[in-house]
């Protein structure tokens, strides 16, 4: 299970190129993890790879939030659910090419 105590760690060894918006967040925040807030930056950062051409980046990305949407504590699930799915579409950039590297969980949240 993936809970928010164990959350970092997990997003930093599965995708270290996210460590520095870990840390942004974190030094913009007195130290505080406000995971609603880190799943809008980690959309932020998916979108932004995306469009640089770091396909694999963003893939391992989006494979972590649809495992934290599967395997996460209530608090993660509802994280990945409001201020990743829910938002996608709201900002330049988030293009139907990227939905399409969306893995089978975070579509049918999407659709939900």
Do not use: K
Request: glycine fraction near 8%; aromatic fraction near 8%.
């Amino acid at each position: 299970m993936i809970t928010r105590g164990a959350f970092i760690d997990r997003l930093e060894a599965e995708v270290p190129e996210a460590t520095s918006v870990v840390a942004e967040h974190l030094a913009d925040n007195d130290g505080e993890l406000l995971v609603h807030l880190l799943f809008s930056d980690l959309l932020r950062l998916t979108v932004s790879n995306f469009h640089n051409g770091q396909l694999g980046v963003t893939d391992r990305l989006l494979a972590f939030v649809d495992r934290c949407l599967r395997e996460g504590d209530d608090y993660i699930i509802n994280a990945v659910s409001v201020s990743f799915v829910e938002h996608f579409g709201a900002l330049p950039g988030e293009t139907d090419e990227l939905l399409d590297r969306w893995p089978t969980g975070l579509h049918q949240e999407l659709g939900r």
